[in-house]
């Protein structure tokens, strides 16, 4: 039995999502390889290497694989995928948009998002925006699989020793060209990794009041910002700061509902936090059913008076 | 340009979903049920480069039950000019629809295939990308802007640390997330116009693709419940309980 990996990362560091997905392959049991495919990335390759439990890395940097256009990395990965059983990637956006264009070229029903790997050798995947788990066998020979990142602890980023291979494939497509890309620097902790994030909703009412409620909140707790759909649709926030069912799925120690109703769709992404503390005007808000510590209040006195105590 | 928006019925976004007691999955009887909503946006942004004079045709797919019949409707009504219906008795897996699409699309030769992200029944993210590797089409996925430039399509994409901008060759299969648009609603007359708007009904057995589950699911099962907590007096009580978690000094 061997795993590849399909490991995430910006071509200068190995995303914390990867080491999940590490876990969840020695779970499955035997070997773990890990594919890094990028531009200028042996930086990537040098820390995939040290990662605990990683027998081996494959190296193929290429201007191809520089931005994750799926068109170039899927005949990559679909050229390995014979020496393996299974093929496992995190289910970040890099994960979504590549895996199931492996899958299906390789005629696999694609396992989505799994949160457990029991002993019969069955999968859980969360499906209904979390309310219901659904167990499941596959009968394809191969399986491939991506990750919740949140469902495994992270694999040891030291402690490995692993050989680094240089691999080619196809290379580019020509199907498609990367344009351009707008990533946000920014100093706090990333959303999906965060031990606390610090969440605002519709109640925010702008990005100026994001600004000047959310940030010195979060700043003093050291956390990450997220919002719900409704927040970043009306454009307070970026939309890589959503928090749901469709957006990011996030399970920090401390999660705090600022202004958010609790809709079914933001719970699935949040619930699984350790503690929830909810603010919210509305005694009846459904997030303070499933938050440990609720306060009932009008979020634009408790958030200040709340920063000036801590 | 021509396109082809599938569409998936699926239980309304609205309902919150009940597990049956044999744990054999989530009960559908008597529940609403709509069009899964990142497919309205999709039927919203092809009908929108119909207007704007950049596609002539827009056709919507659904397969599933014959009542996926109602989910076309929806999308005529919208204004999508005719529906195929594809009746199966079992809902095929994403890569057993990806097959059925591929077929359709062969015969169709639409220019752009728009479908939604994800179905927020089973959530799998998968149809799209499955159906570009079938086609062997470009894909931009998880779009939230589609700009035709020349020859190409521009798509913005959300991704995990912002957006990304990728130009396509076409044909092409796109994905929508929600930012792409808002989808309208559809009034009383294009919803009249629309049950007289054509829907050619077939049969998974039509295409001669093998959709047979790879999946067996054992079990669907609750997640477990979180128990609601207490409500704090004030903000002190706050300040209080985040020192005894350790996150605040
Ligand atoms: C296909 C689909 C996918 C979706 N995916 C997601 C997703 O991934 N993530 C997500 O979050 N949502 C998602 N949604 C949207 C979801 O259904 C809700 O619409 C959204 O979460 C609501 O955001 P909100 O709680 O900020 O706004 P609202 O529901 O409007 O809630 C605002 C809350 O703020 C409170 N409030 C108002 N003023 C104050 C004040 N001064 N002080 C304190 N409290 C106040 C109100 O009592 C209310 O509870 C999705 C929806 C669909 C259809
Ligand atoms: N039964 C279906 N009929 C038509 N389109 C579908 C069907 N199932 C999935 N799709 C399309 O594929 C997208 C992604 O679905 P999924 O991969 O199942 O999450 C949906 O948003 C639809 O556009």
């Known amino acids: 039995?061997?795993?590849?990996?399909?490991?995430?990362?910006?071509?200068?560091?190995?995303?914390?999502?990867?080491?999940?997905?590490?876990?969840?392959?020695?779970?499955?049991?035997?070997?773990?390889?890990?594919?890094?495919?990028?531009?200028?990335?042996?930086?990537?390759?040098?820390?995939?290497?040290?990662?605990?439990?990683?027998?081996?890395?494959?190296?193929?940097?290429?201007?191809?694989?520089?931005?994750?256009?799926?068109?170039?990395?899927?005949?990559?990965?679909?050229?390995?995928?014979?020496?393996?059983?299974?093929?496992?990637a995190p289910a970040t956006s890099m994960g979504k948009n590549v895996m199931p264009r492996v899958a299906a070229k390789l005629d696999i029903q694609q396992i989505s998002d799994i949160i457990a790997i029991n002993d019969d050798g069955s999968f859980d995947r969360p499906t209904y925006a979390g309310n219901a788990i659904a167990t499941v066998k596959t009968s394809d020979a191969k399986k491939v699989i991506t990750v919740r990142g949140t469902a495994f602890d992270k694999a040891n980023a030291e402690g490995g020793s692993a050989s680094v291979e240089a691999v080619s494939g196809p290379g580019d497509s020509g199907k498609t060209e990367f344009v351009s890309a707008e990533i946000a620097e920014s100093e706090r902790p990333e959303l999906t990794s965060a031990s606390v994030i610090v969440s605002g909703g519709r109640a925010l009412q702008s990005g100026e009041n994001f600004e000047k409620y959310i940030e010195p909140l979060a700043d003093k707790l050291g956390a990450a910002i997220g919002a719900s759909r409704a927040a970043v649709d009306a454009g307070y926030v970026p939309n890589?700061?959503?928090?749901?069912?469709?957006?990011?799925?996030?399970?920090?120690?401390?999660?705090?509902?600022?202004?958010?109703?609790?809709?079914?769709?933001?719970?699935a992404g949040m619930k699984d936090s350790k503690t929830i503390i909810a603010i919210n005007k509305d005694e009846d808000a459904p997030i303070f059913q499933v938050a440990d510590y609720g306060l009932v209040a009008d979020l634009y006195e408790a958030v200040p008076e709340l920063t000036s105590k801590l | 340009m021509k396109i082809l928006v599938p569409v998936k019925r699926v239980i309304d976004y609205n309902v919150k979903p009940r597990i049956k007691s044999d744990q054999s999955g989530v009960d559908l009887a008597n529940v609403k049920m709509s069009m899964n909503p990142f497919d309205e946006i999709a039927v919203e942004e092809a009908v929108r480069l119909k207007e704007a004079g950049t596609a002539e045709e827009v056709v919507v797919v659904s397969i599933g039950e014959q009542k996926a019949q109602e989910t076309l409707r929806t999308g005529l009504a919208m204004g999508a000019d005719r529906g195929i219906l594809v009746v199966t008795e079992d809902m095929p897996e994403p890569l057993g629809i990806a097959k059925i699409l591929a077929k359709i699309t062969e015969e169709e030769s639409p220019d752009l295939v728009i479908l939604g992200k994800q179905a927020i029944d089973d959530d799998s993210n998968q149809v799209g990308q499955m159906l570009a590797a079938l086609l062997g089409w470009s894909q931009g996925t998880f779009a939230s802007k589609l700009e035709q430039d020349g020859d190409k399509l521009k798509v913005t994409r959300e991704i995990d640390g912002g957006l990304e901008t990728l130009a396509l060759s076409t044909p092409a299969i796109v994905t929508t997330d929600l930012r792409l648009n808002e989808p309208r609603y559809a009034s009383l007359p294009n919803i009249m116009k629309a049950k007289k708007k054509p829907i050619d009904e077939k049969t998974a057995a039509d295409f001669g693709v093998d959709i047979s589950p790879r999946l067996e699911t054992l079990k669907v099962t609750e997640p477990p419940k979180r128990e609601a907590g207490e409500i704090v007096p004030d903000v002190d009580t706050l300040v209080a309980k985040l020192k005894e978690m350790g996150v605040a000094a």
Not at chain 1, 52 to 72: F, Q
């Open chain 1, 1 to 88: 039995m061997s795993t590849l990996v399909i490991a995430d990362h910006d071509n200068s560091e190995l995303g914390s999502a990867t080491l999940v997905a590490v876990t969840a392959a020695q779970k499955l049991g035997g070997d773990v390889t890990v594919l890094v495919a990028g531009e200028g990335s042996q930086a990537v390759a040098d820390a995939a290497a040290k990662v605990e439990g990683v027998a081996k890395v494959l190296h193929a940097d290429d201007a191809a694989y520089g931005h994750g256009v799926a068109e170039n990395l899927a005949p990559l990965i679909e050229g390995l995928a014979g020496d393996y059983e299974n093929i496992v």
């Open chain 1, 240 to 267: 890589d700061y959503q928090v749901g069912q469709t957006g990011k799925i996030v399970a920090p120690e401390v999660y705090i509902a600022i202004g958010i109703s609790g809709a079914i769709q933001h719970l």
